[in-house]
């Protein structure tokens, strides 16, 4: 059986004298524990962070609730536009979009008047 050489401290002697043996081992992940650390504290201040937020929507929930009930019936008397009705306006706007970009019922209308007019 031949011998294998232990090349532990060639490696060991040779990252010593290499310039960039930092950047690599830092590219490697093993320089320094500050990554773990950073990538953790971040970790726990998204989680947090996000729980901050559930809870503030959860607290306001039961407001917008009431706010959505009494507005109501308070916009139509004061002559003003609901959710529901600009929702609706913007669905008829989209499909009015939609056959004038596929050629539909106003394309038809147009090449119907253009075929009667004899003088053009």
Known sequence: ?????????????????????????ALQGETHPYVKLTAELLKAQAE??????????????????????????????????????????EERLSRIEQEINHGGPLETIKQALFKGDSSS
Do not use: C
């Open 1 to 25: 059986m031949s011998q294998q050489p232990d090349t532990r401290m060639l490696d060991l002697f040779g990252s010593m004298f290499d310039p960039f043996g930092v950047w690599r081992a």
């Open 48 to 89: 947090m962070s996000s729980k901050v937020i559930d809870a503030y929507l959860a607290a306001f929930q039961p407001l917008q609730g009431r706010v959505e009930t009494t507005s109501a019936p308070v916009m139509p008397q004061l002559n003003l536009v609901t959710r529901a009705e600009l929702a609706a306006v």
